[in-house]
């Protein structure tokens, strides 16, 4: 039988763990907001930071552009 490891990561740097990852669970105030696999995403054209943005409700054109 494989061995079957669990390790808990909590980062905001989603990208640099991504390739790292098979799975990935994503809490939202404390409930499970998605529970997916890397491949899957993959399979479907997204990244795991795409999906926590869709999850959050993030619009890119929500935000102002700050002056120079």
């Not at 409930?31 to 997916?36: E, K, L, N």
């Not at 959050?56 to 002056?67: C, M």
Request: aromatic content about 6%; proline content about 1%.
């Amino acid at each position: 039988m494989g061995l079957l490891e669990t390790i808990l990561v909590s980062t905001h740097h989603v990208n640099e763990i991504e390739n790292f990852l098979d799975r990935a669970i994503i809490l939202r105030r404390g409930r499970i907001a998605a529970d997916v696999y890397i491949d899957d995403l993959k399979n479907q054209g997204k990244t795991l930071q795409q999906l926590i943005m869709e999850l959050s409700g993030y619009s890119g054109d929500r935000f102002k552009e700050l002056p120079d």
